[in-house]
């Protein structure tokens, strides 16, 4: 790749020449490592479930369905299997039947309080010291938890391990989304994120069917996410440093060392390694790649702080975070009150409904763009609320309104990983997606409680959550 001295050039233009093959090995390793926690999150609603229990009834001498509650009180209980809920999962496993349920409530506080606590402490750390090495240790934190969980049947060392999940888990959800892209040009990286977030949408289905037709044991699951954990942490010694990150960060001659190494083309092609080449910095809305390079010595949060318009982004954003994070999270919870008595063809259809919304976010978001896609979908948000409030008792179509509402609400959801690759340069990007995480986990913790509450009220806050969600979004600008 001949480049003259005086030549511009955009990071876009060098990665043309990087190796589609490698390309496409980054994407796939980087989401599976951004699925990582949803192995674990959206199994934790199923490894705690409580089976099915019978009472002993001394008029007819036998067994008969009663209440957790119930069975716990009468001390003479025992477990109908044949009943679909009634799976062996943690609940057996540890034999902590009639445990208190704030203890089972406690293993997804973990993970949130473990995710909000690292989110905090590794605000802007793959900001300074790179994405590879950040990668690196998340997934070999989660081999470690994951090996533990397998093994050790104790509840304490798995809050310990859920825990340790959450906290690392916030470095590698942001780092691995971001990795994915920047080894992309920017024309791609929409479709990179849409197969991530359609792979993460694919793991709920995947449990809804492994309980429900495969086996109904835990225990082969988790097997299998600790092979995909090691199988992960061996494919990071293959992938080199982001040459975005290292052309931010002034360090040019690595970044083309990095770019030659994955190059598809002969060596008379590669960049000269010595080159002066000038970087085109270009507005932030560009459809060229803007690499503003910056002296050393200001950390990402300073400067993300001190340019106005970043600002003002972060705040609407994170603001959006918080509120798309309570519309997707009450939906989740919310479900297990639809009147649906088969609980993993529940599960699966909300799955579907996530899987086709990223679909749809994804080729929006290509055409229309991030703010009017997400509009979009809040305005479907808005329209499915009030008509679920309407007729809320109307039990012969409400489970379409509900499935509408999944889909709009994990779209909306969806939107927000986008938010920052669009608005933020790459110098920030992930120290501005840490800063709006610990707002959307927030939100995240509040939903269940939120959930709970009886009547319509739920749809009432979602209603609410979804006009400001779409407020937020008018107010980004161009």
């Not at 470095?171 to 080894?183: M, N």
């Not at 492994?210 to 109904?216: E, N, P, R, S, V």
């Amino acid at each position: 790749m001949e480049i003259s001295d005086k030549e511009k050039i955009t990071v876009d233009n060098l990665l043309e020449n990087v190796s589609k093959r490698f390309q496409v090995f980054s994407t796939i390793v980087h989401a599976i490592g951004f699925c990582m926690g949803g192995f674990l999150s959206f199994a934790l609603p199923l490894v705690e479930l409580f089976p099915q229990f019978q009472c002993y009834d001394a008029t007819t001498g036998g067994y008969t369905n009663c209440s957790r509650q119930e069975a716990c009180d009468s001390h003479n209980w025992a477990i109908n299997w044949e009943e679909e809920r009634s799976i062996k999962n943690w609940i057996s496993d540890m034999n902590i039947y009639c445990i208190e349920k704030w203890k089972i409530g406690l293993f997804g506080s973990m993970y949130y309080f473990g995710y909000l606590l690292g989110s905090i402490v590794f605000v802007n750390v793959s900001d300074m010291y790179g994405r590879k090495i950040c990668t690196r240790v998340s997934y070999i934190g989660h081999t470690i938890a994951f090996f533990f969980i397998i093994f050790i049947s104790n509840l304490y060392t798995r809050y310990a391990c859920i825990f340790l999940c959450g906290f690392v888990g916030s470095v590698r959800c942001s780092v691995s989304y971001t990795t994915g892209c920047e080894f992309l040009q920017k024309r791609y990286q929409i479709w990179s994120s849409t197969v991530t977030q359609m792979i993460n949408a694919c793991v709920p289905m995947f449990l809804a069917i492994y309980f429900w037709k495969i086996t109904d044991y835990w225990i082969y699951f988790f097997l299998f996410t600790l092979t995909i954990c090691v199988l992960n942490c061996i494919n990071t010694f293959f992938i080199p440093e982001s040459p975005r990150w290292l052309f931010s960060q002034k360090r040019d001659q690595e970044a083309i060392g990095v770019l030659n190494s994955i190059s598809k083309s002969k060596d008379r092609d590669k960049i000269p390694l010595h080159n002066d080449l000038r970087l085109e910095e270009n507005s932030n809305n560009s459809q060229e790649d803007c690499m503003e390079i910056i002296e050393k010595g200001p950390s990402p949060l300073t400067l993300l702080w001190k340019n106005r318009k970043d600002r003002y982004h972060l705040i609407i954003i994170a603001s959006f975070w918080f509120v798309a994070c309570i519309m997707n999270y009450l939906m989740n919870f919310y479900i297990k009150y639809v009147p649906i008595e088969r609980i993993f063809l529940m599960i699966l259809l909300a799955a579907v409904a996530e899987f086709i919304s990223k679909t749809l976010n994804g080729i929006l978001i290509s055409k229309m763009g991030f703010t009017h896609a997400t509009q979009f979908f809040q305005c479907v948000c808005i329209i499915s609320a009030v008509i679920y409030i309407i007729f809320f008792q109307r039990s012969e179509f409400i489970i379409i309104v509900i499935f509408v509402l999944k889909l709009s609400a994990s779209a909306n959801f969806a939107s927000m990983y986008f938010a920052c690759p669009t608005l933020f340069e790459s110098k920030i990007a992930v120290t501005a997606y840490n800063l709006c995480n610990i707002s959307g986990k927030i939100g995240a913790v509040i939903a269940p409680l939120l959930a709970e509450i009886p009547g319509r009220w739920p749809m009432i806050i979602f209603l609410g959550c979804s006009v400001i969600s779409f407020l937020l979004i008018c107010g980004i600008k161009a």
